[in-house]
């Protein structure tokens, strides 16, 4: 089974969806939980079949957030939606990071690609703000649920459901071990073997180089924070002053979206 939609603690299986899943569930700090069937995260969705685009479209999603680059989504398509639903998506492209540098350079190590990883954390909230704003102008909207998504549903995506948990006041442990639920549910085994990519190549000749870039790694997401904490005063500064959502947006979507 290549991925699964966790709802409510229980398992839905999608035969052909990637790294899919609720992201509600959590506690936050002060005693509620986030709403179920309304947050939602995802790695490429041109995978699927017609049953499985029938079982999502029955979610009653409102609004997508793509975050992927133009060539990524001209090679995989988004189009289990139908009009009615919220599509946003941008055309830029800088890609966060020296991923595709470090990869073909032929002397890199694994630990050179963690670094790139660990770099790329330190600037897809500023590079990709533009995309996080439009997220939340979604939400605020009222256009829920959501769902957002990138090429893995672990990066660009991971970095977008951490903001939304944090503005809901989940603690950060908590959006860690959410981050890190990617590599339970992740195939990247069913994933790779779906059509022949510069990636499947790679991950053929370079396994152990290539393995940083499909792994959740703690350590990213806490480069992540350390860089908001530095260089914006924190995680609610950044929120506020870069993506435009203040005090009261924070509370107008925890009013929405955390039940007692």
Partial sequence: ???????????????????????????????????????????????????????????????????????????????????????????????????????????????????????LYRSIAIDHAESYRAMFRQMLAGRLPILINCAAGKDRTGVGAALILAALGVPRAAIVKDYLLTNDHADWDWRLAQGESRLAAARRDRADVIAPVLHADAAYLDALFETLDADHGGIDCYMEDVLGVDAPAREALREALLIP
């Fill in 1 to 119: 089974m290549s991925g699964e939609v966790v709802m409510a603690g229980d398992r839905l299986p999608l035969a052909s969806a990637f790294n899919l899943r609720d992201f509600g569930g959590h506690a936050t700090a002060d005693g509620r939980t986030v709403r179920r069937k309304m947050l939602y995260r995802s790695g490429t969705m041109a995978l699927l079949t017609d049953r499985d685009a029938t079982q999502l479209r029955a979610f009653g999603i409102r609004a997508i957030c793509d975050f992927r680059r133009p060539n990524e989504r001209e090679a995989e398509p988004t189009s289990w939606h139908g009009a009615d639903v919220d599509y946003y998506c941008r055309d830029y492209r800088e890609t966060s990071g020296v991923l595709g540098e470090v990869l073909r350079a032929g002397a890199a190590t694994a630990e050179d690609m963690r670094a790139a990883m660990i770099a």
